[in-house]
């Protein structure tokens, strides 16, 4: 070994690192396993290295091996290491609801309520009047029945929970009709018709993939029919010659049968999306005054609130499912309910929901004014950084997270290109950064769309573009 690799023994021992002034100042900061952890990692990259073959060929000089060099490397990976795993990211891809940026992003009431529950304790499921055991239902029941005129709420951990719990606690062991065309897949995790075994319930498919009709539905039931469930194709469409049955009919022939009909809305909206230009998503309140007898929907699609999932309906139903064993296992915990009850609260007035939930924000800022920001911005970048090509571009946002897939919003991007950098490098650059930035890239650009970066991030991803432009 010795022979082979001499520069091994040249690699400085962990203790002699420790004495570089820069690793002595982070010693003071961060934790000791944390510095001693990074400075064992550099050293075993550069061990590897040097059996590799060293850098690009082999070590030049021993200098390249010198403990202040080493010593910066591993202060650096300690810094890193030392940041939150999960942090806070400006999202300008333009993508509203993206799921792997967390969804949607909570207004500012509900991030206080949220912060002004979890230091302490709370009324969680405690009647403050009566003092006695209450539930931490309560607190959102009575906003959820409001907004969408059911007789009863009950919120659990996500939708995909939601519909397994509904189908566990009113369908079990029997028969549920679904139209071919809309056994859903989101996400890969979640199958309608796995989730429907995983249930315990049967899944009876009826019609084609682009046609059905109420006669399918009719002729599919038997004894051991419990409902009719209704999905909402939330991630892609049906094109060409389709039909479907509406939610009314699907209620008043399941009704007429003495059966259930259930809704899963995907997404789930109070406001009606064409007053942004948006193709119409169906209403909560809408599914709820069609005769709906359990409706399920997300907290974090176009809700904009916490991940969570909600059905409403008729109360012996919603308290039937409250009864499941697996109800608890299901359960959402208090800062998901200071978060949604915040939420709920600002759609008691739908301008202030505009206003103040950031999604809506996102999807109802106009044309002009993303001009105005995209044009600024682009002024900056070109003063900062002469030599960067920078260029105004129309095109268009996306709502994403599995809602109103083929909807498009105008929007005008900031093209970026720095001679002699690939637009990837740049966006990794960007994603390496504080805050990391995620941007798009397409045909070889890389494209900012500032209509998912709130105005008061702006500064940040200024900071952000500044520090990887200057590196580039
Ligand atoms: C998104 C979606 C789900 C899953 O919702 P989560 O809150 O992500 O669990 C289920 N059904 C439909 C139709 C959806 O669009």
């Not at 073959?53 to 390249?64: I, K, N, Q």
Request: glycine share 8%; charged share 25%; with cysteine.
């Amino acid at each position: 070994m010795a022979d082979l690799h001499p520069y091994l023994r040249e690699l400085p021992a962990v203790d002699r690192l420790l004495k570089e002034p820069a690793l002595g100042e982070l010693l003071e900061r961060l934790p000791r396993k944390l510095v001693l952890a990074a400075v064992q990692e550099t050293l075993q990259r550069y061990r590897e290295k040097i059996i590799a073959g060293g850098e690009g060929g082999s070590f030049t000089a021993v200098s390249d091996l010198s403990p202040e060099k080493l010593a910066r490397e591993a202060a650096a990976l300690a810094r890193k290491q030392a940041l939150p795993h999960l942090r806070p990211v400006v999202n300008a891809t333009g993508i509203v609801l993206h799921t792997n940026l967390g969804r949607a992003p909570l207004a500012r009431a509900a991030a206080e309520a949220v912060a002004s529950i979890m230091e302490g304790y709370c009324n969680l499921e405690l009647d403050l009047e009566e003092g006695v055991r209450g539930s931490r239902q309560a607190h959102v029941e009575g906003l959820l029945c409001e907004l969408t005129g059911a007789e009863a709420a009950v919120v659990v951990n996500n939708n995909a929970a939601a519909v397994f719990l509904l189908l566990n606690s009113c369908a079990a062991g029997k028969e549920v009709i679904v139209s071919r065309g809309e056994l859903v897949e989101i996400g890969g995790s979640f199958r309608l018709p796995e989730v429907m075994a995983a249930g315990g319930t049967r899944l009876v498919e009826v019609g084609t993939t682009n046609k059905t009709y109420r006669c399918d539905y009719e002729a599919a039931i038997t004894p051991d029919t419990a409902a009719l469930l209704k999905v909402h194709t939330s991630n892609y469409q049906l094109v060409g010659f389709t039909a479907s049955v509406e939610a009314r009919e699907i209620a008043e022939l399941a009704h007429a049968h003495n059966l259930l009909a259930i809704e899963d809305l995907g997404s789930g909206v109070f406001l009606d999306t064409t007053r942004f230009g948006l193709p119409p998503e169906p209403r909560v309140q809408d599914s709820v005054a069609a005769g709906m007898d359990l409706v399920t929907f997300s907290g974090d699609k176009l809700l904009g609130g916490p991940q969570a999932g909600i059905i409403v309906g008729r109360r012996h139903l919603i308290e039937q499912i409250r009864r499941n064993q697996l109800a608890r296992a299901l359960r959402v915990d208090k800062l998901t309910v200071a978060a949604l009850e915040a939420t709920l609260r600002l759609y008691l007035d739908e301008e202030k929901a505009i206003a103040e939930i950031p999604i809506w924000r996102a999807l109802a800022v106009s044309l002009s004014r993303l001009r105005e920001r995209a044009a600024a911005l682009a002024a900056w970048l070109r003063d900062c950084f002469p030599r960067l090509e920078v260029e105004l571009l129309e095109g268009s946002s996306r709502v994403g997270g599995g809602a109103l897939p083929t909807a498009e919003l105008p929007t005008m991007l900031v093209s970026l290109r720095a001679p002699g950098v690939e637009p990837s490098a740049l966006a990794a650059r960007l994603r390496g950064g504080s805050p990391p930035v995620m941007v798009r890239l397409q045909q070889e650009r890389l494209l900012l769309d500032l209509r998912t970066v709130d105005p008061g991030e702006e500064a940040l991803l200024r900071q952000a573009l500044a520090a990887a432009l200057e590196e580039a």
